[in-house]
């Protein structure tokens, strides 16, 4: 089946850096990707809407300065954490729509922790 | 805003009973997903359900849909230890929302 692949799968940073993450839709093109956000043993909370070639759509409460969403191809999108704070130390899912059959596939995850 | 609500929110069974999670959804919705999550892992997907009166199973799992009720029930018979996991329904096309999710635990 189709696959999307994020990466890296888990990153430890000092407070105060940034960090990047990939989605990237291997086998498909996708004009839609979203980005999820999943604290420990709770739900995912979807944060942007990340759309190709144009700003991304965030979700009340989400500081867009701090998550910054890149999506330059139909192929990646990417999640720049700036100025991490442990707080910020979650379980961030990806996932992406296929443009021609609609379907929505997840990535694998990136497990990000702030020190 | 859609609102998903789903419950129970911890479920402890023993091995060979059957159970029933349910997922209920505030908005009129044209699909509704079935997820499931194994401890550090993403999701992995078990169902889409796409119009009123939907039934899908696949293995000891099946999932319904009532889009009058706005309910969809997951329904697990024979449970086995393999299928302890959380398990997410979510609503939506684009803005798609999860309900909190239902920790199974499976005991022999």
């Known amino acids: 089946g189709a696959v999307v692949s994020q990466h890296p799968s888990w990153v430890i940073c000092k407070s105060g850096t940034s960090v990047k993450i990939e989605c990237r839709s291997l086998?498909?093109?996708?004009?839609?990707m979203f980005w999820y956000r999943q604290f420990p043993k709770q739900s995912l909370m979807l944060m942007a809407t990340?759309?190709?070639?144009?700003?991304?759509?965030?979700e009340q409460g989400v500081e867009k300065d701090k998550f910054l969403i890149n999506h330059a191809s139909l192929t990646l999108s990417t999640l720049t954490v700036t100025s991490a704070h442990p707080e910020d130390s979650s379980f961030y899912i990806c996932?992406?729509?296929?443009?021609?059959?609609?379907?929505?596939?997840f990535g694998e995850g990136s497990r990000l922790t702030v020190l | 805003e859609l609102k998903v609500e789903q419950n129970p929110l911890f479920l402890s069974m023993q091995e060979g009973k059957n159970y029933t999670i349910y997922c209920n959804y505030s908005t009129t919705s044209d699909r509704l997903y079935w997820y499931r999550q194994d401890p550090g892992k993403s999701l992995e997907s078990l169902f889409v359900l796409l119009s009123n009166g939907a039934v899908k199973q696949e293995g000891r799992l099946m999932a319904s849909l009532d889009t009058k009720a706005r309910l969809s029930t997951l329904h697990i018979t024979a449970a086995v230890h393999d299928l302890s996991a959380t398990y997410f329904c979510?609503?939506?096309?684009?803005?798609?929302?999860f309900g909190a999710g239902t920790r199974l635990t499976v005991k022999p």
């Open positions: 990340s759309n190709e070639g144009s700003k991304a759509t965030y």
């Open positions: 086998d498909f093109q996708a004009t839609t």
């Open positions: 996932s992406a729509r296929d443009s021609e059959a609609g379907e929505l596939f």
């Open positions: 979510a609503v939506g096309l684009d803005d798609m929302r």
